[in-house]
């Protein structure tokens, strides 16, 4: 019970607030909706982790009259005669005091949320090939500092691919959620575009808005539309080439990384990048491999996240770069004070059997790892410490799938889940201790590449979380016992890529080619619960068969994920935004008041995209509130000869929710 309830305080004390979010009005992510059939009202607003869990009120009106007041949920289904109704909520404490409201929010069409698009055009290479786009991976942040998320999405150039060759210039767009575009960036044709892309949006220097710092060159344009001009790029020649006579973004041409303002789009500050392609003639020096000027594959990924590292030992906000996977690894960490770009720590690993040598992923994960008050950089199989020195290393080698988060209870800390690719790796798939690097559980190796594996706690039945793996027919347990084959129901074309909390119990639904379905702990099998591309202009995934969205994310309303994918109607492209109208019994914080969640929002689009998860189980979350509840609850000497007290404490006469009540004639704890 103790290390439950520390886990709340640990929550509540790691509260992490985006930019101004927490001090505007909009903080409260309040949303209104017709529900998926058309014929009710769902609305739903934040539980934020400064919130007392057990205390806290919200008062839901509906044109200035109260018509909900709740305790226990953040959500509520209303009649159809509030379709045209304004809304506000209100957030009382212990004492009644209102400490926070949201208002002026009316209700949406739909359950699903256009946001048009604005198409860039088509561009000409030099060869004379058309280069068409299709929207593609995306980030949320809170760009302009009014409380609300924009989404930050690149386009993706239809000559993007596998190899290195030259693509249509990298394009970004920024939309708020009504679909007005606040910038757009042109990287221009020296900067590959495609999966090896990173940006990266965050409120780098406590101005309360965010910022985008990404990889440019010469040709690269801010959002005016004017060269970068700043640092190195002041004297660059931005008509100069960057492609070689192989076609391959390799010929020692400028690389460089750029800060923009996250309101305007303008360049901020430009750096050299490091380290430059040039720093090796061949990126693989595996036996029979050559990555060099003529293939470039190994050494343009560049892959990023955003850590919180000890500048002046504070935690702070600094964007990591990583470059190398294979083999040769170096990642180097820099800081936006608002004023100036500068170099943290940099890191080498050239050296076979040191460091995050050839330990690299098609991703990167952060979090705290060591419990140090700093985060640490997963790249793979390997982990940097804050301090950009190596923290571990299992020496797995590479693998496409990372995960982190709260997988088993019964281990302190925090557990990384992964799979495998070389053939001389001992196991297909390990769940290792974040803190550590120790395997607590390992598949035996079958043979080569698992290409696909996912953490997800979608079966109540076995504590911590499940995990599934292309090596293995079965849904596992958290230490390795098998379920039942995973690859049924309504998932026979699955390909294990997302989870996302959408339901409403504490479970996750598994997020795959546009559908979402839950686990039947009774039948052993997936039950379809949301088709999304049925909807609206549809649901298209991207990123090939890895079949992502475009983003999944905690955007509004209450603790649920909202599902972003992209669709087309005749001409016209948008980004449509996906939110459940199930209603939930439990309310937990927004989920990026979670550390660990509000950095994988971050990194969501860097490589082969993984899910965002949380750094803590919610199941375990709401036993340590069950427990806390039970500790403070003062019960009368007169004990009614029936009935029961809820987790707030009040009587009822007969529980309308599952969960844990205490019997008012025994005083025990009844689990329904």
């Known amino acids: 019970m103790l290390m439950k309830q520390k886990l709340i305080l640990a929550l509540m004390a790691t509260l992490m607030t985006l930019g101004a979010t927490a001090d505007t009005g909009k903080g409260r992510g309040l949303w209104a909706c017709k529900t998926e059939k058309g014929n009710n009202i769902f609305v739903s607003w934040r539980m934020r982790a400064t919130d007392q869990p057990l205390t806290t009120t919200y008062k ?9 007041t709740l305790t226990d949920c953040t959500n509520a289904t209303l009649d159809a005669t509030y379709a045209n109704a304004t809304f506000r909520v209100e957030v009382l404490d212990a004492n009644g005091n209102i400490v926070d409201t949201q208002d002026g929010v009316r209700c949406d069409d739909n359950f699903f949320h256009h946001i048009k698009l604005d198409y860039p055009g088509d561009y000409t290479m030099k060869n004379g090939t058309v280069v068409t786009y299709t929207p593609n991976d995306c980030s949320a942040y809170d760009m302009d500092g009014d409380g609300e998320q924009e989404i930050i999405m690149k386009w993706e150039p239809s000559n993007a691919g596998s190899t290195c060759t030259a693509t249509g210039p990298q394009i970004v767009d920024c939309y708020k959620l009504d679909g007005t575009r606040l910038w757009r960036l042109d990287f221009g044709p020296n900067v590959l575009a495609g999966c090896r892309f990173t940006f990266l949006c965050y409120d780098f220097d406590g101005d309360g808005k965010g910022e985008l710092i990404g990889k440019t060159a010469q040709g690269s344009k801010d959002a005016t539309g004017a060269y970068l001009h700043t640092g190195p790029a002041a004297t660059a020649d931005h008509t100069q080439s960057s492609i070689n006579a192989s076609g391959v973004i390799t010929n020692g041409g400028k690389e460089w990384l750029t800060v923009f303002n996250g309101t305007t789009g303008q360049e901020l500050a430009t750096i050299d990048y490091w380290p430059l392609f040039s720093i090796h003639s061949n990126w693989d020096d595996r036996s029979g491999k050559t990555d060099g000027a003529a293939y470039g594959h190994r050494g343009n990924w560049f892959k990023g996240c955003v850590a919180f590292l000890d500048v002046d030992g504070k935690p702070t906000p600094c964007a990591v770069t990583v470059r190398g996977i294979y083999t040769y690894s170096y990642a180097a960490a820099y800081h936006w004070d608002g004023q100036q770009l500068s170099v943290v720590w940099k890191h080498a690993s050239n050296k076979k059997g040191e460091g995050i040598y050839a330990q690299g992923a098609h991703s990167v994960t952060v979090g705290d790892l060591d419990g140090d008050g700093f985060d640490e950089i997963m790249v793979g199989a390997a982990a940097l410490d804050h301090d950009g020195k190596l923290l571990w290393s299992t020496g797995l080698g590479h693998g ?6 709260e997988f088993d209870p019964d281990n302190e800390g925090k557990e990384i889940f992964i799979i495998t690719e070389e053939e001389t790796a001992k196991y297909d798939a390990a769940m290792i201790d974040a803190k550590t690097g120790k395997i607590l559980l390992g598949k035996p190796q079958t043979g080569g590449d698992t290409a696909r594996g996912l953490a997800i706690d979608c079966d109540g039945t076995y504590a911590g979380a499940e995990f599934m793996e292309w090596g293995d027919a079965n849904l596992m347990t958290c230490k390795g016992e098998a379920i ?3 690859h049924v129901g309504t998932t026979k ?3 294990i890529n997302y989870a996302i909390y959408w339901d409403g119990d504490l479970l996750r639904e598994y997020h795959d080619r546009s559908h979402i379905d839950k686990w039947n702990s009774t039948t052993k099998s997936w039950d379809r619960v949301c088709t999304l591309y049925s909807y609206g202009y549809g649901a298209n995934s991207i990123n090939s068969t890895k079949y992502n969205p475009n983003l999944q994310c905690d955007l509004y309303g209450d603790w649920r994920e909202e599902a972003v994918y ?6 016209d492209f948008y980004l449509t935004i996906f939110t459940t109208t199930t209603e939930s019994p439990y309310k937990l914080p927004w989920l990026r008041d979670d550390h660990t969640y509000d950095m994988a929002i971050v990194w969501q689009n860097c490589g082969y995209n993984q899910p965002p998860h949380l750094g803590y189980s919610p199941v375990e979350y709401h036993k340590a509130l069950e427990e806390q509840a039970m500790s403070i609850k003062s019960v009368s000497t007169v004990v009614p000869a029936t009935g029961y007290y809820d987790l707030q404490g009040r009587a009822v ?16 704890k009844v689990i329904f």
């Open 493 to 495: 074309s699955s390909s």
């Open 653 to 668: 006469s007969s529980p309308k929710r599952p969960g844990l009540y205490i019997d008012r004639q025994t005083n025990k």
């Open 484 to 486: 039942a084959p995973w």
């Open 566 to 571: 992209w669709a087309q109607n005749v001409e």
């Open 400 to 405: 496409d799938a990372t995960h982190l988060s």
């Open 60 to 68: 839901l009106y509906a044109d200035n009259q109260l018509i909900k």
